[in-house]
């Protein structure tokens, strides 16, 4: 039995004061002086540059490998030399096979379509511990990804491998240095003490400390308060489940756990055997060279191997043949045995054996189940090798998933021996590593195999992208005067018409019907002239069940239309929630509920408006009123939109003169609310202005003179193309102040938007307190987009300030012609009154959705000076020129 | 100096060559004597910097703190300039116009500052 001075790590906290002679002092500064120097000269260096060095470095680690195999077992008398010879090569070869292609120098990957770049930056100077175990294997590794990633390194070794590793430095560093790396870029401690590790693990030129180890070296990096990569101790559990192919994991089982005499942390520590194939698996290890251990010896190797009080493997075992400890504990095993299996019943600390053997000591769990079976594993996995790696040998995928569910490892290794397995490259394609993070089961901050990207920051650098936007219209949109002709041509077994009273009795419903084709069964739904009730719709949605609908005809304003979009989302999809569809959302593209696309039942939803101002028949919104819970919902769906729309004027040729004015309005704060969104588009723009331009035209002729034709037509079809507009742009802040003023004072949704509107204006056209994100618009343009409307007006003006007051006088004028009171005062609403109302106003309004399309992000405050203002109200009547003609 | 009036002065200049930055300074250091208090290191034709040109550079930032004389460096390319933020140089040092002019220098299209004057 070889043994050594320290075998396993120390346990190494940072000394609570750190107290060095100003010679040692100097001489560390001097080291981070060096190696800042030479990571600030590394940052000039191309990729090209770093690949012409790796690559020689790679080789010079590949020439010396056998040589530095032998320091490393001359010094810490643990391990294979055979074995450490081979690490050194994966550490090399492997390592510098994945590394090669890989972009480590300025922009290292790019993804344009996402306007992403991201861009390598050196961290500068690392200070970075290493093991016993892997002593040079880990030096190269280490060297090769810091030139790889520019940065410097001050190695720290383990005491008891300070020479074999000191040499793996300075080969790695000369040759680095002959092909032009920095001076100083490696540079290793002369002598180790914790006091100088405490220093640098605490210096402020140090910037990441790469910790492999114990968990003492582990905990003492992550307690330094630096950014620490710190990856330790493990305790492998494998499931030999009874599907495997047996010899294979036998085989595997015992290269692993006897590669360099289970010194790699990811080798296998208990294998736990399904009952059916435990005999045989021991048989298998037995014929191929394991001893197997019976209660005694199991008894004598735990008692002897493990510390009682510590429960880690004495020092005195780590890395050392199965025969050496054979023979140090007392047992007769035959002189060419490769491995100790000590069959245990239980895990934990009354059951020894059941910790990390860094040894070729291997337990045995035999398991009746597979729920047995795993439960073992997991106790195993959570008695100090969380987050590390585990195996299993199995042929059932099945028995796989769960495995890989229920264990906590940073490697799961499948079929395959753990500690080879682990390293990644040689039997999976992992990427190769001689750092294996536990993740914050580990207490470490990766759980990944550590690799070159966690040697640097790594920048996004983020373009300014532009969100794909939409312009979606029903698919049949017809107008002018009979346009409800087109009903012959939509064919149908049964159709309903869903409308009000009012309408009916104006033999509205009868027109309609007499343009039905004639083989249409035909029903007549008749709702209340109000916005529509949970319990309607769903009176509604029973009568299309009963006459197994394939048409439903809306005829009226927006609230029938409103009331048969929900009908119809509720026949078509009956499972539909449609108090979870209301939920709030900030993006359309980004909502988290979905509208249903399974259909059980399919109707056409041919919308027939008898209003010219809220241009439901096009719009993709409905608003049901929950009387039961006293709120409103509001559904917003591409899906609600009705497939065809009859924009035919006859139907709103006897509307009343305030309606006439209340819609018309309406449809005006839709067109300029759309005209300024933030989702804005010349798509949308085109009809935003267009309907603007019609109802300045219109509207007041509309207003005077209910019967003409044009007029009526003309402001039918604008409520129409205001609704294209903000079915694509939205609204804003204008409807937000409406819909609580109107709710909370029973003020039409029209007039409460025209008692807004100039203020609005206004308001919008000034520089914003704060400006609402906006990634498709450059710049603030709400005034400016107030201006080109005013010129489309024919307003005048020779500023955009000038222009926005114009069309605000402009605007006021309208209102005036309409007779809309001039303010909210106006309407007998005392100032005590309104006052009183005001938190409540101001708080519905906030929550309102419809201001998040805004140009300008309103504050409370705001939203509170906005309601006093159309309190207020507009200033005295003023006349221009330009209006009087436009009207007259 | 005349009650209170500063009398302009000229500061030295010195133009560092790019491929032989640690003998240039050396052959700086002896300008110390001639210097008024000032000396710019005309740093337009210097891409890359070693550590060993760091060192030389520290050294003579402290002989310079010892003369009292304030070393300026100009046409100090962004690259370099990192170099000498990261190795805590640059603070030592006043800068004057980077980039487009020391580039247009690099590339023969303007005349470089003679070394002294």
């Not at chain 1, 040499?167 to 040759?175: F, G, L, S």
């Not at chain 1, 802040?733 to 909370?744: K, S, T």
Request: aromatic share 6%; net charge neutral; glycine share 6%.
């Amino acid at each position: 039995m070889v043994t050594t001075e320290v075998m396993h790590e120390p346990i190494e906290v940072p000394p609570a004061t750190i107290s060095l002679s100003p010679e040692r002092m100097a001489y560390l500064e001097g080291l981070i002086a060096q190696a800042r120097s030479a990571a600030a000269v590394f940052t000039q260096f191309t990729q090209e540059d770093v690949d012409r060095i790796v690559k020689p470095m790679v080789l010079a680690g590949l020439q010396q490998a056998q040589y530095l195999a032998r320091l490393a077992i001359e010094e810490t008398r643990l391990g294979v030399l055979e074995d450490k010879a081979l690490k050194n090569m994966v550490a090399t070869e492997f390592v510098y096979n994945y590394v090669k292609d890989k972009r480590t120098v300025g922009a290292i990957r790019e993804f344009p379509e996402r306007g992403l770049v991201e861009v390598a930056e050196p961290i500068g100077v690392i200070f970075s511990l290493t093991p016993i175990t892997n002593p040079t294997a880990t030096v190269l590794f280490k060297c090769i990804m810091a030139i790889k990633t520019r940065n410097a390194v001050i190695f720290s070794p383990h005491p008891s491998a300070w020479h074999c590793c000191h040499e793996a430095v300075r080969i790695m560093y000369e040759t680095a240095v002959k092909h032009g790396a920095p001076e100083g870029v490696f540079t290793c401690l002369e002598s180790h003490n914790l006091q100088d590790n405490a220093y640098l693990m605490g210096h402020k030129d140090v910037g990441l400390i790469d910790a492999t180890g114990g968990p003492g070296v582990v905990k003492a990096a992550y307690s330094s308060g630096k950014p620490a990569l710190g990856v330790g101790a493990g305790n492998t559990p494998v499931y030999l489940e009874k599907t495997a192919d047996l010899n294979m994991a036998v085989v595997d089982i015992i290269t692993s756990k006897t590669f360099d005499n289970g010194t790699i942390c990811a080798s296998e520590q208990t294998v736990v055997i399904d009952d059916e194939i435990y005999d045989l698996v021991l048989k298998k290890f037995a014929d191929l060279g394991a001893h197997v251990c019976n209660d005694k010896e199991t008894e004598l190797l735990g008692r002897t191997m493990i510390d009682s009080e510590t429960g880690f493997l004495q020092p005195i075992a780590v890395g050392q043949k199965a025969t050496d400890i054979a023979r140090l504990v007392g047992l007769s095993v035959k002189p060419d045995t490769k491995l100790l299996i000590a069959p245990i019943r239980g895990v934990g600390r009354e059951h020894p054996l059941s910790a990390e053997k860094l040894c070729p000591v291997l337990s045995v769990y035999r398991a009746k189940s597979v729920d047995e079976a795993l439960k073992a594993c997991i106790d195993v996995n959570h008695a100090g090798g969380l987050g590390h790696t585990a195996v299993v040998f199995s042929r059932n995928d099945d028995v796989i998933r769960q495995f890989s569910e229920v264990m906590n490892a940073g490697r799961i290794i499948v079929n395959s021996p753990g500690s080879i397995g682990a390293f990644g490259g040689v039997y999976n394609d992992m990427v190769p590593t001689f750092s294996f993070g536990c993740g914050t089961g580990g207490g470490n901050s990766t759980m990944d195999n550590v690799n070159v990207y966690h040697y640097l920051n790594i920048k996004r650098v983020a373009r300014r992208t532009q969100a794909h936007m939409w312009f979606r219209v029903p698919n049949q949109i017809y107008f002018n005067l009979n346009a409800v002709e087109n009903l012959r041509d939509l064919e149908s077994r049964s159709t309903i018409i869903i409308t009000n009273p009012a309408l009916e009795q104006f033999g509205h419903v009868d027109i309609v019907r007499r343009h039905l084709p004639p083989q249409t069964l035909v029903h007549v739904s008749v709702i209340p002239d109000a916005e529509p009730e949970v319990k309607v719709v769903m009176q509604g949605v029973e009568a299309l069940n009963l006459y197994k609908v394939d048409q439903i005809i809306a005829l009226g304003g927006g609230s029938v239309i409103d009331a048969a979009k929900i009908m119809k989302l509720k026949y078509e999809s009956p499972e539909a929630d449609l108090e979870e569809l209301a939920a709030p959302f900030m993006d359309l593209r980004k909502r988290v509920v979905k509208y249903p696309t399974a259909k059980i039942n399919r109707a056409r939803l041919v919308a027939i408006s008898t209003t010219s101002g809220t241009g439901s028949e096009v719009t993709p919104f409905a608003v049901l009123t929950d009387k039961e819970r006293g709120r409103k919902v509001t559904l917003v769906d591409y899906s609600l939109s009705p497939d065809v729309a009859i924009v035919d004027p006859q139907f709103v040729m006897s509307m009343p003169r305030g309606l006439t004015a209340d819609t018309g309005i309406d449809c005006l704060t839709h067109a300029l609310e759309a005209a300024v969104s933030i989702y804005a588009s010349p798509y949308t723009d085109s009809n935003a202005m267009q309907a603007i331009r019609l109802v300045f035209r219109y509207l007041p002729v509309a207003f005077e003179h209910p019967g003409d034709e044009e007029a009526r037509s003309m402001m039918h079809n604008a409520a129409c193309i205001a609704a294209i507009a903000f079915s694509n742009a939205a609204v804003g802040v204008n409807h937000a102040l409406a819909h609580a003023f109107g709710a909370r004072f029973g003020v039409s949704h029209g007039r409460a938007n025209a008692l807004m509107l100039p203020h609005v204006i206004a308001f919008n056209a000034s520089v914003p307190t704060k400006f609402m994100p906006s990634p498709n618009q450059r710049g603030y343009i709400a005034h400016k987009k107030y201006a080109t409307i005013a010129d489309l007006l024919g307003l005048g003006g020779a500023t955009v300030e000038e222009k926005v007051k114009r069309l605000v006088v402009a605007t006021e004028q309208l209102l005036d012609q309409l007779k809309i009171p001039r303010s909210i005062a106006e309407l007998g609403i005392s100032k005590e009154e309104f006052e009183r109302a005001m938190p409540d106003l101001a708080r519905i309004a906030f929550d309102d959705p419809s201001w998040r399309s805004n140009p300008r992000m309103p504050l409370v405050s705001e939203l509170v000076e906005l309601f006093w203002s159309a309190y207020r109200g507009r200033g005295p009547a003023q006349t221009t020129g330009a209006s009087q003609q436009r009207t007259a | 100096m005349r009650d209170g009036v500063r009398m302009t002065t000229i500061p030295e200049w010195f133009k560092v060559d790019g491929e032989r930055i640690v003998q240039s300074l050396h052959e700086a250091d002896e300008k110390f004597a001639r210097a008024p208090g000032e000396m710019v290191l005309d740093f337009s034709s210097v891409c890359r910097v070693d550590p060993g040109a760091l060192r030389a550079l520290e050294e003579f930032a402290s002989k310079a703190d010892a003369s009292a004389i304030k070393i300026g460096l100009r046409g100090v390319n962004i690259r370099v300039y990192k170099v000498l933020k990261l190795a805590r140089l640059a603070s030592r040092f006043s800068f004057t116009n980077c980039d487009a002019e020391s580039a247009a220098v690099i590339e023969g299209s303007s005349h470089a500052e003679p070394s002294t004057r």
